[in-house]
């Protein structure tokens, strides 16, 4: 569309005591010829908002740059629909975190308007992305225990239909053999607990049941997931908006455990598995000859918080187990219960549980590394019990119970590694996603048959932002698939992924991205003409939105798509751009910055701040009138990954002293929105050598690091250290070029 470009300039919360804003304006309309520029003591208000509206009605303008606070505040106010629309952040980025007044304070903030109307010029207005077939809002649940049937229940009642697949004959999953539950308020033992849950669900109108069905195949994405459900020889196909994945855990195996605990060794050792088994069918009884029960000694954490076995915390195991103990004390108040434990984790309500069983009688040792022995009369337990400080022995046991942990089922199956890019394509590969073929969803995705894991098995997305979320979009993990829960937790989880795949469904029928970028319009296009098929495009996509034909070009899916640009960062061609983001557009943001010369002693630092922890880190830098060096001009990036090198190259070749990179963290606890775009970003720059050498240019020119949102009172120190060792190598020699 021909864009008619409206500046609008705030001078309030400090602005124009810091600036001299009719300056600003002069900018826009004499560098620019910007038809429409006003500026406005309150521009968030009533009356600063009619202004705009007055002058889009009245005279056509079509493309807003707002100049005035953060972009990450006012989203409602500033909402002018059919508009292009660009914010300036002179408030948190200039007039809070400068001397007012100042020349290079008054530099910066030209700068930034600069860039902002040079982003507008090149914008064009997204268009949502409407695929041409008949997208889908039904939600399949995958899993019929505690958090997939409160899924089920909870979506089928918000008016959504639901397919709930379950492998085993009945609903229920592992609660089938649990006779009584431990639940909050933790005051009696409850039966049946899922129950009405299963019956909600069984005669729910809404909810269509497989069981003893599993999922033979899962095509498409969000709106168009098409399934292929199989039970009894039979098959169903079947399109779905969303998937809720709660297809549950397995305790860990007993058989892998340190045999000093005795499994396998000694048939009166037993899981607390089977003890629940036991306690459901009412006969208590020892294995090796089915003897009457009267000593039992509880080994917790058995493989859990174990870095040779399950390094995490089960959760589950410690109320389990105190339950467990308080039903053998309420069957015999005379047996002698004992449990050996690292450390009791019965939080909240469930302290009550523990002092009951306490009260009860049972007798609770902390021992970090018991032993199991053979005696004469019974087992016998040993080990240095840490509250006295001293070995204690417990004989004549009749039965010894370890609590095995949770391991999710996703953790199972053979490693598949998905196909790479060409050999030559990068100097050191992008990193790969875990997937095992667990046989769960089966995905026709390039990428691989199932969702990513974390090492531990689990395939959460973001440990710190996104609940729910995997790494394939639309697919919402729940309950102990997700994490280690009690049965209590997994029923709330279990309506929390149906929520979330709602909003999902909602989001991909306006054509809308989901999370983090939630409602973004915007889709990545590919030029294919020159496209090489080099796949880095599909690789280092980290949500798994692009598939490949045979001759491998990239095949996009763009209700997977969650806006990263990442692909677009990754191509070297350059192939891959959004209406609203693309290599083009920041690269003349890039070149809109007025670079000094060498004579002025003004250096330009360009930073690259990813938008979801760097760019909010340095707002409350400012926000707390945080001070730092002036030469520093910020972009922001949706993600570090989207970071194409050519942006370096062009910021080096037209003067600008350094560049420096703030990206998320990255690794094991990862903090990066989209998986590994600053791990990505990180990679691309340790082939940025090439290109210094080419400009004859310091490699100290170009610096990344990592920042999380609370480090922004590192933040000037870091930018100002920064700035110290450019000024220290000297001017760019490409000043005035």
Partial sequence: MEKKIGVYICSGCGIGDALDVEQLANIAQEEFSVPVCKTHAFLCSAEGVAEIKKDIENEGVNAVVIAACSPRVMHDVFNFDGCVLDRVNIREQVAWCQPPGEEDT???????????????????????????????????????????????????????????????????????????????????????????????????????????????????????FDVTISQNGSTVQHRFG??????????????????KLGYGKYPNVITGVQLEEMLASGKVKKPSDGGDVKNVAFL?????????????????????????????????????????????????????????????????????????????????????????????????LDLVVLATGIVPVTAFGEEVNPPQEDEESQEEPAPTDIILKSDVLNLEYRQGPEVPILKYGFPDSHFICFPYESRRTGIYAAGCVRRPMNVSTAVDDGVGAAMKAIQCIELVHKGAAVHPRAG??????????????????????????????????????????????????????????????????????????????????????????????????????????????????????????????????????????????????????????????????????????????????????????????????????MLDDFAAKIEEIGPNPYKGF
């Fill in 106 to 224: 008054q530099m910066m903030a030209e700068d930034y308007l600069r860039m902002g109307i040079t982003k507008v010029q090149a914008m064009e207005l997204p268009e949502p992305y409407m695929p041409e077939e008949e997208m889908s809002k039904d939600i399949l649940v995958v899993g019929g225990g505690a958090s997939g049937l409160a899924a089920a229940v909870a979506a089928a009642d918000a008016g959504y239909k639901v397919t709930l697949v379950e492998k085993e004959k009945e609903l229920g999953g592992f609660f089938k053999k649990v006779k009584r539950a431990a639940v909050p308020p933790y005051k009696t033992f409850v039966e049946g607990y899922l129950d009405e849950l299963i019956q909600k669900a069984q005669s729910h109108e809404n909810i269509t049941v497989y069981t003893g069905a599993k999922v033979e195949k899962t095509a498409g994405g969000p709106g168009l």
């Fill in 242 to 259: 969303a998937i809720v994945l709660a297809a549950g855990w397995v305790p860990y195996d007993p058989n892998k455990l340190d045999k």
């Fill in 300 to 396: 917790l954490c058995a493989g859990s918080r174990d870095p040779e076995h399950l390094p995490y915390c089960s959760t589950v195991c410690c109320i389990a187990s105190v339950k467990q103990a308080l039903e053998l004390k309420e069957a015999d108040p005379e047996a002698n219960v004992y449990v050996v434990y690292k450390e009791m984790r019965t939080p909240g309500q469930a302290e009550d549980l523990y002092r009951k069983a306490q009260e009860a009688g049972v007798i609770f040792l902390r021992c970090q590394d018991p032993e199991v022995e053979s005696g004469a009369t019974g087992l016998i337990v040993r080990g240095e019990e840490d509250l006295i400080g001293e070995e204690v022995t417990v004989e004549d």
């Fill in 520 to 717: 973004d319009l915007s889709f990545p296009e590919f030029f294919m003409q020159r496209c090489t098929q080099c796949k880095r495009c599909t690789v280092e996509c980290p949500f798994g939105a692009i598939n490949e034909d045979e001759k491998g070009n990239p095949l996009p899916n763009p209700t997977r798509c969650r806006r990263c640009g990442v692909c677009m960062g990754a191509c070297p061609e350059r192939i891959i751009s959004f209406k609203n983001y693309s290599v083009g557009m920041i690269g003349d943001m890039v070149k809109a910055i007025n670079v000094p010369d060498e004579y002025e002693e003004k250096p330009r630092i360009l930073v690259f701040a990813c938008e979801n922890d760097a760019y909010p880190a340095l707002d409350m830098a400012g926000m707390r009138r945080m001070k730092y060096n002036p030469w520093v001009r910020v972009i922001p990036l949706r993600c570090l990954g989207s970071m194409n090198i050519i942006w370096i190259a062009d910021a080096l070749s037209s003067g600008i002293d350094g560049v420096l990179l703030l990206g998320c963290k990255y690794g094991d606890d990862y903090q990066c929105h989209f998986i590994r775009g600053s791990e990505l970003a990180n990679i691309r720059l340790g082939k940025i050598k090439e290109t210094l050498d080419r400009l004859v240019l310091e490699a100290e020119r170009v610096r990344f690091e990592t920042v999380t949102m609370s480090d922004y009172a590192k933040l000037p120190e």
